[in-house]
């Protein structure tokens, strides 16, 4: 089975701009989660998504929305972008509504704004 | 301060060695999870465990619930461990999300 897809993979952007990230979580995962990771920190928290139902959100302004759609493959949509926001975003799918739960992670996508 | 703290931050050593990560966090959890992330950023859950001790291969993982603190062990330590080493804990009052450390960077030495 494949695993946790990420597209793109690498991306550059200029700030201001808006940029979509997308996630396929594994067959048979209902459940999404988006993290951001800035260079040198662990992941922080930004949405998790089951059954294209938002469960949680982490502490992050408007400009970071999300969705999922009926395959429960997912979008993490960016507006007026800021060097700050750029970062690893990780999408990660579990099968579990409730946890603890074991999350898959994908490889990522490198956002780079200047 | 950090609700999940980790230490050390970086850790250098020679094949063949025993390595010790080290973990204390400060909330309520249902569960603590270690997870192995390489340079080129992927990440793979290695335990989740909410008490005792598993083992898996030459890598062991404790918590100790009362003192909010766990380990992970790595024995025989070998060059392609080298990677960042990351707790991160299932926070009791939010089931669906984690709270991460800052991460242990492991470098093993031929």
């Known amino acids: 089975d494949a695993g946790v897809t990420q597209s793109p993979t690498h991306l550059i952007k200029t700030r201001g701009q808006h940029v979509t990230l997308r996630c396929s979580p594994i067959s048979g995962h209902k459940s999404v989660s988006w993290y951001q990771q800035v260079l040198g920190q662990g992941p922080q928290f930004i949405f998790q998504y089951y059954e294209k139902e938002e469960r949680g959100r982490g502490n992050f302004p408007d400009r970071f929305s999300a969705r999922q759609f009926p395959n429960y493959s997912s979008e993490l949509n960016v507006n007026a972008l800021l060097l700050g926001d750029s970062a690893l975003y990780l999408c990660?799918?579990?099968?579990?509504?409730?946890?603890?739960?074991?999350?898959?992670f994908g490889p990522g996508t490198r956002l780079t704004v200047t | 301060k950090n609700e999940v703290e980790q230490s050390p931050q970086n850790l250098t050593a020679q094949e063949g060695e025993f390595i010790t990560i080290n973990c204390s966090y400060s909330?309520?959890?249902?569960?603590l999870h270690w997870l192995q992330q390489h340079p080129g950023g992927g990440i793979v859950s290695l335990f989740m465990l909410s008490s005792g001790k598993k083992k898996h291969g030459r890598l062991i993982a404790t918590i100790n619930i009362q003192e909010k603190h766990s380990s992970l062990h790595i024995t025989a330590s070998h060059p392609r461990d080298s990677a960042v080493y990351i707790c991160a804990v299932s926070p009791m009052d939010s089931n669906y999300q984690l709270i991460w450390g800052a991460g242990t960077k492991l470098i093993i030495k031929p």
């Open positions: 990660a799918s579990s099968r579990l509504r409730t946890g603890p739960y074991e999350q898959y």
């Open positions: 909330v309520g959890i249902s569960a």
